[in-house]
């Protein structure tokens, strides 16, 4: 029904309806996707990462477990999971981020690209809340130390999530080249959508 190819750095959204799977490939491994979802019908109801956690029991997803609005229905199930273990925690890069943690001036991250294509459905600020990272690690120590490590996908690897709502999944195919969640270098992805 959709395969596309999204160029390194740039945002997706989409509608994928209640029973359809979204496919998210990371075509040449270690590439860091950031990922948003909301009821499409109304998207004040929209992903929620404390839900997400608590219903899993952990802060790493994969197969089995459900992505949770912030009223505890489920808005995707992973189906399918050829990494293990996605970030629920490190949240989306910016340009005022970039310039807090790295210094560097001017530099677009996640959060613009979730702007932007949020705004294809007249969403905006207000309605970017913590985000899932498909295919990005951030360990977390015993004294609860954590730090993005670096992508350690395989080119090819794939995660598959049922939606069980009509919902609107936004995407961005994170452009990151100051810390190793990317190995300082963005690449394409590939997005599908089927019955």
Known sequence: ???????????????????????????????????????????????????????????FLTTGHKLYSDIARSIFTIIEDQF????????????????MLYGVANCPGCRENFLTALARHGLGRRDIVPNINWFMRVPVGGDGGAAIALGVSPPGCQVALRAEMDTLAVISNCPQVNNPCNNFNPTPIRVQISR
């Open 84 to 99: 293990g273990g996605h970030d629920t925690i490190g949240g989306c890069c910016s340009a005022p981020s970039n310039q």
């Open 1 to 59: 029904m959709l395969d596309e190819i999204i160029p390194a750095g740039a945002p997706w959204s989409g509608i994928v309806r209640s029973g359809e799977v979204l496919r998210i490939t990371d075509l040449e491994g270690q590439q860091a996707v950031d990922f948003l979802c909301y009821n499409a019908a109304a998207p004040e109801e929209r992903y929620h990462a404390p839900n997400t956690m608590k219903a899993a029991g952990s802060i």
